[in-house]
Each structure stands twice: as C-alpha cells, then as structure tokens.
T-cell receptor
Framework: DADVTQTPRNRITKTGKRIMLECSQTKGHDRMYWYRQDPGLGLQLIYYSFDVKDINKGEISDGYSVSRQAQAKFSLSLESAIPNQTALYFC???????????FGPGTRLTVL | GNSVTQMEGPVTLSEEAFLTINCTYTATGYPSLFWYVQYPGEGLQLLLKATKADDKGSNKGFEATYRKETTSFHLEKGSVQVSDSAVYFCALSDLGGGYQKVTFGIGTKLQVIP
C-alpha cells in the first residue's frame, strides 16, 4: 500500500464551487505539505504543517485553506474555485528538517 | 531568497547516451540538495541527495556532487535507458527561521529514444 495517498485523483469542477482535496499518510511523519505544480513553474508551496497545532502559509496560500485533522490527515480546501487554480496538486510528508519529502500521487484539478 | 535554476527541456537522448542535467542554486545558508524524479502520472520521488559540500549522491546509476564553490549539483548518468524518461527536479532544503523550506527547480523533462 502507498505511504501517502490523495483523494480524489482527478476532479473537474465549476467556478465558485467549494472543493476539498484530502491527503493521508501512514509514514508517521509530523510534517505535511501541500504543493501545486504548473508547467514551467515547478512546485509551489501552498501550506505546511509541522504538527496538528502548527499550520503555516506557504508562497501561494491566497484562495486556499487547510485542516490538519490528525497526524495522518491534511486536507486542502478551495473555498470558491477559480479557473487559475487548475493545476496538479501534491501532498508530501517528511520526518524532520532537511529530510527527504515523500509525495502522494497527485490530484489533477480542473476548474471550468 | 533561495532559488534553483535548471533547464526545462525537453532533453532528448538516444539510449545508452551520457546524460547531464545542470542545476545551480542560490541559498543564504548551508542547504541540503536533492534530485527528485517524476514518472508519468506519478508523484515525485527522491532520486538522490547530498547534505554537505563535496558529498556525492548516487542511486540507480545517477550521481551528483555538491559543489559549493560553483553552487551546483549537476545530475549525471553514464548510459541512459528508455525507462529513465521522466521529469527531473533539482531542489534545495534550507532552514529559514527554524523551519525547513524546500525550493524546487522547474523540472527538466528527459526523453530517451530507443
């Protein structure tokens, strides 16, 4: 079984809809991250969490919110989706500072 | 701030050719350096890493050396295979205010043809 899972894998929605992307991990890591990937831009950090009570904004948090329901679960929400949020979204975990990050398979989101 | 520079590609090579993907970085501290690989339809996975100057990371025939004097971490492989076709991301991890910050390059697409 995969260590980091994301649901859904693909989602098409309309402008203005609320969307939640979910991430679960079985690696036992405290640190979890949400990134978006756009062609030619690499990965940009949206939010990161170092434990259940510690959530921080990344480079591009506007229009997004997160919830860390448990050590193993970290959800990303788009309160009112817009077309320029169409992208590939990745969740990742790491054990500690400067450690390897482990990525989920990604969620492809299309906002019409 | 920190940054990572790599060419976007695509880089197209014939099977068994020599591969070099250049990566240079700027960082305020003493970062750890990584190469991640993304196969089609999958998430990124660690290929190799180096945590201090002059360290060499290696895995699956790929290698990269942490060069502090040239702020580089170029990825090399002596003989590529079709199965190496993927997108390769250079990244650095640095402490910023006590928190780990990871900065990724834009990714270089590699296409290996038989």
């Amino acid at each position: 079984d995969a260590d980091v899972t994301q649901t859904p894998r693909n989602r098409i929605t309309k402008t203005g809809k609320r969307i939640m992307l979910e991430c679960s991990q079985t690696k036992g890591h405290d640190r979890m991250y949400w990134y978006r990937q756009d062609p030619g831009l690499g990965l940009q950090l949206i939010y990161y969490s170092f434990d259940v009570k510690d959530i921080n904004k990344g480079e591009i948090s506007d229009g997004y919110s997160v919830s860390r329901q448990a050590q193993a679960k970290f959800s990303l929400s788009l309160e009112s989706a817009i077309p320029n949020q169409t992208a590939l979204y990745f969740c990742a975990t790491s054990e500690g500072v400067a450690d390897t990050q482990y990525f989920g398979p990604g969620t492809r989101l299309t906002v019409l | 701030g920190n940054s990572v520079t790599q060419m976007e590609g695509p880089v197209t090579l014939s099977e068994e050719a020599f591969l070099t993907i250049n990566c240079t970085y700027t960082a305020t501290g003493y970062p750890s350096l990584f190469w991640y690989v993304q196969y089609p339809g999958e998430g990124l996975q660690l290929l190799l890493k180096a945590t201090k100057a002059d360290d060499k990371g290696s895995n699956k025939g790929f290698e990269a050396t942490y060069r502090k004097e040239t702020t580089s971490f170029h990825l090399e492989k002596g003989s590529v295979q079709v199965s190496d076709s993927a997108v390769y991301f250079c990244a650095l991890s640095d402490l910023g205010g006590g928190y780990q910050k990871v900065t990724f390059g834009i990714g270089t697409k590699l296409q290996v043809i038989p």
